[in-house]
């Protein structure tokens, strides 16, 4: 089983709404992902954060915006959203030096 | 422009065969090369890691090989089986200062036909 976990499962919103998805691993990485991934297509890196810092952007939208409360703790607000954001998100977290990615089973998003 | 790409969609292959899977990049210079599992519907889940200066790694029934010249990695799954049917994606790690970013292949599903 995953060590990192992610709530919600499935999200449906619209696009006048404001959610948010999170994410929580307790293995002591201090390095957090959030990817998104469109059906049979590779995972697409958004954000990383080392540290609690966020330290790369992958040109995300603003409409997405990055949260890491504490070393354990990973959230991705979500507003205005488009319906081609629909996809599954997925967060990882790995040590900053051995490379490996523990992720999540990911949060499918519906956007109507 | 930066490119990885894995050498296809789909591979069908009979039990108890090989099967061996391409990763091909360009323009990328990276420290390590990961593969990864993922079924339908979960999060990807780490297979092995091979780093520029090793040529091979195995792990079980999987290879890896890295070849940094001709800018391939070849992933094999030996005696193969029905349960390692999934998609396997090629990740390049690319290092930065602080932190490091992981770059998917498109990935290849592979069905193992009992």
């Known amino acids: 089983d995953t060590e990192v976990t992610q709530t919600p499962k499935h999200l449906v919103m619209g696009m006048t709404n404001k959610k948010s998805l999170k994410c929580e691993q307790h293995?002591?990485?201090?390095?957090m992902y959030w990817y998104k991934q469109k059906a049979k297509k590779p995972p697409e890196l958004m954000f990383v954060y080392s540290y609690e810092k966020l330290s790369i952007n992958e040109s995300v939208p603003s409409r997405f915006s990055p949260e890491c409360p504490n070393s354990s703790l990973l959230n991705l607000h979500l507003h205005a959203l488009q319906p081609e954001d629909s996809a599954l998100y997925l967060c990882?977290?790995?040590?900053?030096?051995?490379?490996?990615?523990?992720f999540g089973e990911g949060s499918r998003l519906t956007v109507l | 422009s930066q490119k990885i790409e894995q050498n296809s969609e789909a591979l069908n292959i009979q039990e108890g065969k090989t099967a061996t899977l391409t990763c091909n990049y360009t323009?990328?210079?990276?420290?390590?090369l990961q593969w990864y599992r993922q079924d339908p519907g979960r999060g990807p889940v780490f297979l092995l890691l091979?780093?520029?200066?090793?040529k091979e790694k195995r792990k079980e029934r999987l290879k890896v090989t890295f070849d940094t010249t001709l800018k391939q990695s070849l992933f094999h799954i030996t005696a193969s089986q029905p349960a390692d049917s999934a998609t396997y994606l090629c990740a390049l790690d690319i290092r930065m200062d602080s932190s490091y970013k992981l770059i998917f292949g498109s990935g290849t599903r592979l069905l193992v036909r009992p």
């Open positions: 323009n990328y210079s990276p420290a390590y």
């Open positions: 091979i780093r520029e200066n090793e």
């Open positions: 990882a977290s790995s040590q900053l030096n051995t490379g490996e990615l523990f």
């Open positions: 293995m002591g990485h201090r390095a």
